[in-house]
Nanobody, 123 residues
Framework: QVQLIESGGGLVHAGGSLRLSCAAS????????MGWFRQTPGKEREFVAS????????QYADSVKGRFTVSRDNAKNTVYLQMNNLQVEDTAVYYC????????????????WGEGTQVTVSS
C-alpha cells in the first residue's frame, strides 16, 4: 500500500520560507518521479514541481520558478519542496504525488496522493 505523508506546512509572513517534506512508503521510491501540487478552495489542483527518480530532470510551474526548489533523498524515501520568498498567492494545501507507474515523467492521471499540508502566507 502506497503512503505519502507530507509535513512542514504552516503560517509564514510574505517573503518568508518553508520547507515541505513528503515521506513515501510502499513503492520503489528510487524508480518514481515525485511531484508537488497545490490547491485552494474552489480551484483545481495545480502542478507545482516534480523531480524524476535520479534528479536529472526537475520541472516547475512558471509561478514558482526561481523561488521553489524540489529535491529528493532516495536513501530516506523523501522528497522536499523548499519554498522561498513566499507570497500570499502561494497560500494553498500542498500535496505530494507519485505517478501510478514507475519510470514515468509526467503522467499524473490516477496518481498516488498524500493528505496534504496547509501553507498559509500572510501579508
Amino acid at each position: 500500500q502506497v503512503q505519502l505523508i507530507e509535513s512542514g506546512g504552516g503560517l509564514v509572513h510574505a517573503g518568508g520560507s518553508l520547507r515541505l517534506s513528503c515521506a513515501a512508503s510502499g513503492l520503489a521510491f528510487n524508480s518514481y518521479t515525485m511531484g508537488w501540487f497545490r490547491q485552494t478552495p474552489g480551484k483545481e489542483r495545480e502542478f507545482v514541481a516534480s523531480i524524476v527518480w535520479n534528479d536529472v530532470i526537475t520541472q516547475y510551474a512558471d509561478s514558482v520558478k526561481g523561488r521553489f526548489t524540489v529535491s529528493r533523498d532516495n536513501a530516506k524515501n523523501t522528497v522536499y519542496l523548499q519554498m522561498n520568498n513566499l507570497q500570499v498567492e502561494d497560500t494553498a494545501v500542498y500535496y505530494c504525488a507519485a505517478p501510478r507507474s514507475a519510470w514515468t515523467i509526467r503522467d499524473w492521471s490516477n496518481a498516488y496522493w498524500g493528505e496534504g499540508t496547509q501553507v498559509t502566507v500572510s501579508s
